[in-house]
DNA sequence: TGGTTTCTGCTAATAATTCGCAACTACAGT
DNA sequence: ACTGTAGTTGCGAATTATTAGCAGAAACCA
C-alpha cells in the first residue's frame, strides 16, 4: 500500500493471500479498521463501488477518471487549499475530515478520445 | 424533496407511502435513478450509511455533523471556490461531478458540548 | 507455566442496492 | 374501440459490501 496505490478489501486480500493462504476477508476488514483508528490508512468512499483504502494519513482529493476507472491525487497543497475553501464558507462547522472525490476524466483519457 | 433535505431512500419510501401504499422500494431507488439521469436530484455518499438524494441539479459540498448527524451546506459560493482551488492543482483533469463531504461538528453541537 | 488477552478463521447475518420477470398501464396507430 | 408496443410497477430473489458472533489458536505476561 505504500505505492500510494488505492485497494479495495478484495484487492488486499488477493494479493496478501499470496503470502498467507487462509487469510479470510473479514480478517482483512478487521485489520483495516485498526490501521484507520490508529491513523495509518485513510478511507474514501468513491461515487460508486466498495470503499478504497491507501497508506496515506490525511484526508486529501480524489480524483476518478470515468473512462479508465484510474483514481489520481492533484498534486501541491489541493487538500489543504481545498479545506481553506470550504472552512471560509461553512461557518461555525469545524471541520474534522474532508472527503473529495471528483469524477471526471483524466488527461490521459481526455487525449485519447478526443 | 424540494425543502432542500437529504433523504435516503428508504425514507422517501416511507413517506411516498403514506399516499402510495404498495409502493415498492425497488421502485424508489428505480424513480431516483431516472430523476439522477435526468439532473433532476443529486445523490451523495456520505462518509458512512446508506446514499442520500436531494433536489438539488448540482454538486454541491456537505457537512455531515459527527454528534448530531445534521447535513448541511455551506453558504454562498463554496461550491464553486472548491471546484476552482481542485481545478487550479489538478492540471489536465476535466472535473465533471465534485463530491465534497466533511464531517466534523455543527456550530450548534459545539456551542452545546463546549 | 498457567492465565489472560488478543487475533483469526469460519459461518452467518445484515444492510444497501440491483435484477429478473410477469402483470399491469399508457398510449400510438389503425 | 382494438391491438401492438413500450414503459412502469410489484414482487421476490440475487448481489455486493460489510459486520458480527463464536470458538479455537496464538501471543503476551507475570
Redesign the pocket.
Same mark, same amino acid.
Request: net charge neutral; proline share 5%; aromatic share 4%.
Given at each position: 500500500m505504500e505505492s500510494g496505490e488505492h485497494f479495495?478489501?478484495?484487492e488486499i486480500w488477493d494479493r496478501a493471500r499470496g503470502g498467507?493462504p !487462509?487469510?479470510?476477508?473479514?480478517?482483512v476488514?478487521?485489520?483495516l479498521?485498526?490501521l484507520r483508528e490508529a491513523g495509518l490508512v485513510a478511507e474514501s468512499?468513491l461515487p460508486? !463501488?466498495?470503499?478504497v483504502f491507501e497508506a496515506r494519513p490525511s484526508s486529501h482529493p480524489h480524483l476518478v477518471c470515468e473512462v479508465c476507472g484510474e483514481i489520481s491525487h492533484p498534486e501541491g497543497g489541493a487538500g489543504r487549499r481545498l479545506l481553506e475553501a470550504l472552512d471560509g464558507a461553512s461557518e461555525g462547522f469545524e471541520v474534522r475530515e474532508l472527503h473529495v472525490t471528483a469524477r471526471g476524466v483524466c488527461a490521459g483519457c481526455a487525449g485519447r478520445e478526443g
Open positions: 479495495t478489501a478484495e498467507l !487462509g487469510l479470510e476477508l473479514s480478517t476488514y478487521r485489520a479498521e485498526t468512499r460508486a !463501488g466498495p470503499r
